[in-house]
């Protein structure tokens, strides 16, 4: 959306978050965040209702009449007029559904492809036997790869992963050492465990699981059961290689698992996977601003972001 300050806006949106507060006036009013296929937007409604309480929730399809303002450099919206989506707009959840830039099926094929890659029998027989389950296929090819910054969008993880196979497959030309199946593997494995850390692909919250013990955490735990279900080692050396390459490349996130990289996959993964991060969420705010100029909560700092 590149509205300026004082722009109006019409315009249909899913609610993803909501907080009532008190204003310092002592009315109480809902902060909103919002999105639609352009993006995600923060927006506030004064002086609520009790009626706007209740059905101002999340998932709730709703139309607004908004001013957009600008609140510590990022883009917000003042509703001024807001009510709940009827039959006579003619306008479906998938409309207004934030998608990854390749369609799903397609991404899909993509990523079946670079499993049959794989040469390792074992390595291959855990990644079918985990995507089997129909629920994990289902979540992995739907959800984000994140609530927010990168990749925050339906099918949003599929998309990385299949991205980081394509990068991996470009690179291995360059690093013939590595070896080619543990990358490939780490790639479409890593981040499984946010199959089971997040809620819902389009209203995107954490579940128990994913506030209590964390996605890099889970992802261990369903490999370590892939393998027993598929009747190999938990400690065969290529399985090992990969909990490994998990483990050490979220090392500087804010939950640190401990672990160094200590081998050259690990290396290697921990880079890719840290660059298609950095470099969505870039883009990402380069599509939803005309500023040359934005703040990134990410990077929490200014980005160049002008002919993104």
């Known amino acids: 959306m590149n509205k300026q300050e004082g722009e109006r806006i019409v315009d249909y949106f899913i609610v993803r978050d909501r907080e009532t507060s008190i204003a310092t006036n002592g009315s109480e009013y809902i902060s909103l965040t919002l999105s639609n296929k352009d993006g995600v937007i923060r927006a506030k409604v004064w002086d609520v209702?009790?009626?706007?309480?209740?059905?101002?929730?999340?998932?709730?399809?709703i139309k607004v009449d908004a001013l957009v303002t600008f609140y510590r450099g990022q883009r917000q919206?003042?509703?001024q007029r807001v009510r709940l989506v009827t039959d006579d707009d003619a306008v479906e959840l998938n409309d207004l559904l934030n998608h990854a830039s390749i369609p799903r099926e397609d991404l899909w094929q993509e990523l079946r492809m670079f499993i049959e890659d794989i040469e390792s029998e074992t390595l291959c027989e855990l990644i079918k036997t985990l995507l089997k389950k129909k629920d994990i296929r289902e979540k992995l090819t739907t959800i984000p790869a994140a609530k927010q910054y990168h990749h925050a969008y339906y099918a949003g993880l599929l998309e990385h992963i299949v991205t980081l196979c394509h990068v991996s497959a470009q690179l291995l030309q360059v690093y013939p050492q590595l070896n080619k199946d543990v990358i490939l593997a780490v790639c479409i494995l890593h981040d499984i465990g946010k199959t089971k850390a997040l809620s819902d692909p389009v209203v995107p919250d954490y579940t128990t699981n994913g506030e209590l013990i964390g996605h890099v955490v889970l992802s261990i735990e369903m490999i370590i059961e892939g393998a027993i279900e598929a009747g190999i080692s938990t400690d065969h050396h290529e399985v090992l290689a990969v909990k490994h390459c998990i483990l050490s490349g979220?090392?500087?996130?804010?939950?640190?698992?401990?672990?160094?990289?200590?081998t050259a996959e690990a290396i290697f993964f921990q880079h890719i996977n840290k660059l298609d991060n950095q470099l969505n969420a870039l883009f990402m705010?380069?599509?939803e601003t005309n500023e040359e100029w934005t703040f990134s909560p990410m990077f929490k700092r200014r980005m160049y972001t002008s002919g993104n």
């Open 250 to 262: 979220h090392v500087q996130d804010s939950v640190q698992s401990g672990v160094n990289s200590k």
């Open 49 to 61: 209702t009790e009626k706007q309480k209740e059905w101002l929730i999340k998932r709730s399809m």
């Open 77 to 79: 919206l003042n509703i």
């Open 285 to 287: 705010i380069g599509n």
